[in-house]
C-alpha cells in the first residue's frame, strides 16, 4: 500500500464514486521518463521486458489528481489500463518467460477493463494565441475547447506536460496528458471504437490493456535547468465527470497479428499449398511466414528460419502474395516460378469478378449519361446572383487595410436578410462568421452595419469570437457542431476570418499543407450543408492574386478581389474567378464611419461601413521615366492651386528641382523636354509656356458597380 493511499483525504474522497482499480507497473532500476542531458538531447523512455505490479483504487477526479501528482515524482513507475489476470496465466501463456513476483506486459497477462479513467494525450497542437510552455493551462482549454466533444469542456482534469515540452524542438508546440474521469466506466475497446466512429482525433494508442500511460516528471542532469515553469496541475470545472456517451458506438475488436496473418493465409491458396505440404514453420516476420522454401534442395548450405518467407495475398503491401527468398539461388526467380514449383495455378484473373455499380434499388446503373439530358435538371441559382453562385468553397482576398472584412459582412448581411445586393437578387441564408482575430472589432463592426441599415438584432448573422485550426483534421469538428444545432439542417455560409489565422503552423507555400486545408474547409461545408468562403491575404504582388499556394484558388468556386484605390478611400470588389461563369465584374465601394456607443472613459467609439460607391478616381498612369513621372506629380499639385488647371512650365520644373535636389544635372533639360519639348508627352497638355494634365475619361464598357 501506497503513502497517498494511507491517507485519509485519499480515502474520504467521493466515496460515494465507483472506485477504479489502476494497475501501476515499476522497475527497479529502468528509467520510465525522459532524461536531459546537457548535450541538449532528450533520452528516449527504457522499454524493461519485466515489472514489478500493484493496484492503486481510486475515487473521483480528484483523488485521480491526487494519485498522479505522486505518480510525477516516480521516475521507475508507469500505469496501463489492464486488469493483471494472475501469475498462473501468466505461467500458462509464458512458461519459459515466467518468473516469480515479475509481471510481463503482454495481451495475455492483462485483460481488459471498464475505468472512468481516461487519458487524453495531446501531441503536436499548435495554439493560436497561448504560450505552451508559460500558459498551458490556456493552452489545453483552447484545445479542449477546438478538438474534443463539448462535455470534457465542462469537466475538472489533471494536466501535466510530457517529458519533452519546453525543449526547442518542440517550440510553440503543446504536448501534454490530460486525464479525465469519466461518468460510466468505459472498457478500452469501447474507447477504441468510440475514437474510431467519432470525428475526434486522439491517440488511439492509449485504449488499450497494455499502453504504457508515462506520468513522471522528465529528469534533468546536473546543470541543466527545467525550461518549464510548471509542469502538472488541476483545473477544477463545473463538473467532475465527463458525461460521454458512446452506447451506440460497436465495439469491433481488432484482431492480433497472428490472427490477421492466420485469417489471410486461410483465404490464400499458396499458403494452403505450402500448409499442405508440410513447408510452413511456426515463426513469422512481420507479415510473412516462414516457410521451407521450395527451392531447398538447389540451396548450397543449411536455411535459417527466417531465410525465405511467404506474404500472403494482401499482407505485406503484396496484393497477389510475394516470396522472398535470401538464398543467392533464388535471387532472380519470380513468384510466378515459386507457384510453379509449389504446383498452384498463377492464373489469377480467372478468379476476378467485377463488382456492378448499383443504384437505390439495387439495379445495375450506368455511370455514363448523356451530357445534355444531365443539363435539363434544374438550375441552382446564386446566392447573389452573377457574384456568388450557390457552390461549396470561395475565397475573398485583398491586402491589409483595403477593407476585405467590410465586404464579407457587407455580403454576409445581405444573404441574412435575404436583401438584394447592388440590384442583384439575394437566397436568404444563415450566415455563421468565424473570426478568428480581432474579436471586439467584429463586434463594433456588426453593430456598426446594423445602426446604418436599421438590420433586426434577430437576423440570423452569428459570429464565433475563437479560431478554429483548419489545418488540424479535427480542428473544425467542435464548430460544425456548434452550427448544426443552430442551423438545424438547413443550407448556409460560414466566413472564416482570417484563413491565416486559421492555420497555426502552416506554410501557406505548401502545396501539400494547403491541400490539407482545402479538404477540411470541404468537410467542414459537408458536415454542415453550408458554403464556406475563408477571407484570405493578397501575395507581395497583389496583382498575383492571393497569398500562398496556387492549389487555394484552383479548388475556389469563385473569388473576389478587394483593392483600395492608390491612398484614396475608393475600394473595388472584383469577382476574379468564377468556375461556372464570366468574371471582371467590379462593384465600388467606401468605409463610412457610424458611432456604435462610448467606452468606459466615456469617449465616442466608432466602426466602419461599407457603402456602395459609383466615383472611382481616376487613374493616372505614370510615365517610366523617372523625371517624367515628377514632372507629372508636380502638375498635378500645383494644378490645385490654379482656377483653370494650367500651371506654368518653369515653376513645374522649379518644383521638381525643389523635392529632388539631387537630381542629375540634365534634370532641367529632360523634364523640359518630356513637358514642352520635342519628346512632349500625351499627358501634357502645353499653350503659350503652361501646362496642364490630361484627364483620361473611362470607356462606356467600363464596369463600376451598380449602386442599391
Known amino acids: 500500500?501506497?503513502?497517498?493511499?494511507?491517507?485519509?483525504?485519499?480515502?474520504?474522497?467521493?466515496?460515494?464514486?465507483?472506485?477504479?482499480?489502476?494497475?501501476?507497473?515499476?522497475?527497479?532500476?529502468?528509467?520510465?521518463?525522459?532524461?536531459?542531458?546537457?548535450?541538449?538531447?532528450?533520452?528516449?523512455?527504457d522499454d524493461p521486458k519485466y515489472f514489478g505490479y500493484r493496484k492503486v483504487s481510486v475515487a473521483g477526479i480528484e483523488a485521480l489528481a491526487a494519485l498522479l501528482t505522486v505518480q510525477a515524482t516516480r521516475s521507475r513507475e508507469c500505469l496501463i489500463r489492464g486488469r493483471y489476470l494472475g501469475d498462473a496465466a501468466q505461467l500458462e501463456h509464458n512458461g519459459r518467460d515466467f518468473k516469480r513476483g515479475q509481471v510481463l506486459r503482454r495481451k495475455n497477462c492483462f485483460a481488459d477493463q471498464a475505468l472512468h479513467t481516461v487519458l487524453i494525450d495531446i501531441d503536436g497542437y499548435q495554439p493560436f494565441e497561448a504560450d505552451p510552455v508559460t500558459e498551458p493551462v490556456e493552452s489545453i482549454e483552447e484545445y479542449i475547447l477546438c478538438c474534443l466533444p463539448g462535455a470534457f469542456a465542462s469537466a475538472s482534469y489533471y494536466w501535466q506536460l510530457s517529458s519533452s515540452a519546453?525543449?526547442?524542438?518542440?517550440?510553440?508546440?503543446?504536448?501534454?496528458?490530460?486525464?479525465?474521469?469519466?461518468?460510466?466506466?468505459?472498457?478500452?475497446?469501447?474507447?477504441?471504437a468510440w475514437a474510431n466512429a467519432s470525428r475526434y482525433t486522439v491517440d488511439k494508442a492509449l485504449f488499450d490493456t497494455i499502453q504504457v500511460h508515462y506520468t513522471a516528471d522528465p529528469i534533468f542532469e546536473d546543470g541543466v535547468a527545467d525550461p518549464v515553469p510548471v509542469r502538472h496541475?488541476?483545473?477544477?470545472?463545473?463538473?467532475?465527470?465527463?458525461?460521454?456517451?458512446?452506447?451506440?458506438?460497436?465495439?469491433?475488436?481488432?484482431?492480433s497479428r497472428l490472427q490477421m496473418l492466420s485469417n489471410a493465409a486461410a483465404s490464400d491458396p499458396t499458403a494452403q499449398a505450402l500448409n499442405n505440404a508440410g513447408m510452413l514453420k511456426s515463426g513469422s516476420t512481420g507479415e510473412g511466414l516462414h516457410i521451407i522454401c521450395p527451392f531447398d534442395d538447389e540451396h548450397s548450405g543449411p536455411s535459417a528460419d527466417s531465410a525465405t518467407v511467404y506474404y500472403p495475398a494482401h499482407t505485406g503491401g503484396y496484393h497477389d502474395g510475394h516470396f522472398?527468398?535470401?538464398?543467392?539461388?533464388?535471387?532472380?526467380?519470380?513468384?510466378?516460378?515459386?507457384?510453379?514449383?509449389?504446383?498452384?495455378?498463377?492464373?489469377?484473373?480467372?478468379?476476378?469478378?467485377?463488382?456492378?455499380?448499383?443504384?437505390?434499388?439495387?439495379?445495375?446503373?450506368?455511370?455514363?449519361?448523356?451530357?445534355?439530358?444531365?443539363?435539363?435538371?434544374?438550375?441552382?441559382?446564386?446566392?447573389?446572383?452573377?457574384?456568388?453562385?450557390?457552390?461549396?468553397?470561395?475565397?475573398?482576398?485583398?491586402?491589409?487595410?483595403?477593407?476585405?472584412?467590410?465586404?464579407?459582412?457587407?455580403?454576409?448581411?445581405?444573404?441574412?436578410?435575404?436583401?438584394?445586393?447592388?440590384?442583384?437578387?439575394?437566397?436568404?441564408?444563415?450566415?455563421?462568421?468565424?473570426?478568428?482575430?480581432?474579436?471586439?472589432?467584429?463586434?463594433?463592426?456588426?453593430?456598426?452595419?446594423?445602426?446604418?441599415?436599421?438590420?433586426?438584432a434577430l437576423t440570423p448573422f452569428y459570429t464565433r469570437e475563437r479560431p478554429i485550426n483548419m489545418h488540424a483534421k479535427n480542428g473544425w469538428v467542435r464548430a460544425a457542431e456548434d452550427i448544426n444545432e443552430l442551423a438545424?439542417?438547413?443550407?448556409?455560409?460560414?466566413?472564416?476570418?482570417?484563413?491565416?489565422?486559421?492555420?497555426?503552423?502552416?506554410e501557406e507555400n505548401s502545396a501539400k499543407d494547403m491541400s490539407q486545408v482545402i479538404e477540411n474547409c470541404q468537410m467542414l461545408g459537408r458536415a454542415t450543408g453550408c458554403m464556406v468562403i475563408v477571407i484570405a491575404h493578397a501575395g507581395k504582388d497583389k496583382d498575383q492574386g492571393v497569398r500562398g499556394s496556387s492549389t487555394l484558388r484552383a479548388a475556389a468556386d469563385f473569388e473576389l478581389a478587394v483593392t483600395r484605390h492608390l491612398e484614396t478611400q475608393w475600394r473595388c470588389l472584383k469577382l476574379t474567378k468564377s468556375k461556372d461563369d464570366v468574371d471582371g465584374v467590379e462593384f465600388g465601394f467606401t468605409l463610412t464611419s457610424v458611432e456604435v456607443g462610448v467606452d468606459e472613459d466615456g469617449d465616442t467609439v466608432c466602426s466602419a461601413v461599407a457603402v456602395p460607391s459609383d466615383d472611382k478616381p481616376v487613374v493616372v498612369n505614370k510615365?517610366?521615366?523617372?523625371?517624367?513621372?515628377?514632372?507629372?506629380?508636380?502638375?498635378?499639385?500645383?494644378?490645385?492651386?490654379?482656377?483653370?488647371?494650367?500651371?506654368?512650365?518653369?515653376?513645374?520644373?522649379?518644383?521638381?528641382?525643389?523635392?529632388?535636389?539631387?537630381?542629375?544635372?540634365?534634370?532641367?533639360?529632360?523634364?523640359?523636354?518630356?513637358?514642352?519639348?520635342?519628346?512632349?508627352?500625351?499627358?501634357?497638355?502645353?499653350?503659350?509656356?503652361?501646362?496642364?494634365?490630361?484627364?483620361?475619361?473611362?470607356?462606356?464598357?467600363?464596369?463600376?458597380?451598380n449602386g442599391e
Open 1 to 45: 500500500m501506497t503513502v497517498l493511499e494511507r491517507s485519509p483525504e485519499f480515502k474520504d474522497l467521493h466515496a460515494s464514486v465507483t472506485t477504479d482499480e489502476l494497475t501501476i507497473l515499476a522497475h527497479s532500476s529502468n528509467l520510465l521518463t525522459k532524461k536531459w542531458t546537457r548535450s541538449g538531447e532528450v533520452t528516449a523512455y
Open 166 to 192: 519546453g525543449h526547442t524542438k518542440n517550440q510553440g508546440v503543446l504536448k501534454a496528458h490530460v486525464w479525465f474521469w469519466l461518468e460510466d466506466p468505459v472498457t478500452s475497446a469501447s474507447l477504441r
Open 233 to 255: 496541475g488541476f483545473e477544477r470545472k463545473a463538473r467532475d465527470s465527463v458525461a460521454l456517451d458512446i452506447t451506440d458506438v460497436p465495439v469491433i475488436e481488432k484482431p
Open 324 to 456: 522472398k527468398c535470401l538464398h543467392a539461388h533464388c535471387a532472380d526467380r519470380t513468384d510466378a516460378a515459386f507457384r510453379e514449383k509449389l504446383g498452384v495455378s498463377d492464373d489469377r484473373e480467372a478468379d476476378f469478378d467485377a463488382q456492378p455499380e448499383t443504384d437505390t434499388e439495387g439495379q445495375r446503373v450506368n455511370s455514363f449519361q448523356l451530357a445534355l439530358k444531365r443539363a435539363e435538371e434544374a438550375i441552382r441559382s446564386d446566392l447573389i446572383k452573377g457574384v456568388i453562385p450557390d457552390a461549396e468553397f470561395g475565397i475573398i482576398y485583398g491586402s491589409s487595410g483595403a477593407g476585405k472584412s467590410f465586404a464579407a459582412i457587407d455580403l454576409g448581411y445581405h444573404l441574412a436578410q435575404g436583401r438584394p445586393w447592388r440590384g442583384r437578387k439575394v437566397k436568404q441564408r444563415d450566415v455563421f462568421y468565424i473570426a478568428a482575430e480581432g474579436a471586439h472589432g467584429v463586434r463594433r463592426r456588426a453593430k456598426a452595419y446594423a445602426l446604418h441599415h436599421g438590420v433586426d
Open 488 to 506: 438545424a439542417g438547413e443550407p448556409g455560409v460560414i466566413f472564416i476570418d482570417t484563413l491565416s489565422r486559421s492555420i497555426p503552423g502552416v
Open 623 to 705: 510615365p517610366q521615366s523617372k523625371d517624367a513621372a515628377r514632372a507629372l506629380d508636380a502638375v498635378i499639385e500645383l494644378a490645385d492651386f490654379s482656377p483653370d488647371g494650367w500651371v506654368d512650365v518653369e515653376q513645374v520644373i522649379d518644383r521638381v528641382l525643389e523635392l529632388y535636389p539631387n537630381a542629375s544635372k540634365n534634370a532641367r533639360y529632360h523634364i523640359r523636354r518630356w513637358v514642352s519639348g520635342d519628346s512632349k508627352l500625351e499627358i501634357f497638355d502645353v499653350f503659350d509656356g503652361k501646362v496642364r494634365h490630361q484627364i483620361p475619361q473611362p470607356s462606356p464598357g467600363d464596369v463600376w458597380g
